[in-house]
């Protein structure tokens, strides 16, 4: 599959890239069904063509303050080690490619971004944090302990 070839969307008002390789759809979620017992950032489950997706809140995974949603929320769908997942996106603006490519990230981004943007992907001038679904469907590292 093409390399420069990328999604393109918005979370939590910050531009954002992933590789179109990782994606599987881009949907637009019916009801979502709080679940007990999972971390703050596991929205719930949705269907999806007679599918079970896990539905993941980026925002609230890096921010931890949950996303405000419509009654049709916007997702990326992708799968991660046999399991489909839905990741909650406030848009998507194209997929296409990027002929630039992934550049490194030069200077200082937000701390809360800085675990889960990998590289830069430029797209009409105007740079993306490149991310990678897997890293928002394992479970947050434990929080250090004081001593």
Partial sequence: MNDKLFLFATIAGTPVAIRANEIEAVVRLGDIVPIQRVPAHVRGLAALRSRVLTVIDIESRIFGKSMAVSERPLAVVSEVAAHTYGLLVETVSDICEAPEGVQ????????????????????????????????????????????
């Fill in 104 to 147: 490194p990230i030069q200077g200082r981004i937000d701390k809360a971004w800085a675990a889960f943007a990998t590289a830069l992907v430029e797209r009409e001038g105007r740079s993306h944090l490149l991310l990678s679904v897997s890293d928002f469907v394992s479970a947050p590292a434990p929080a250090a302990k004081a001593a």
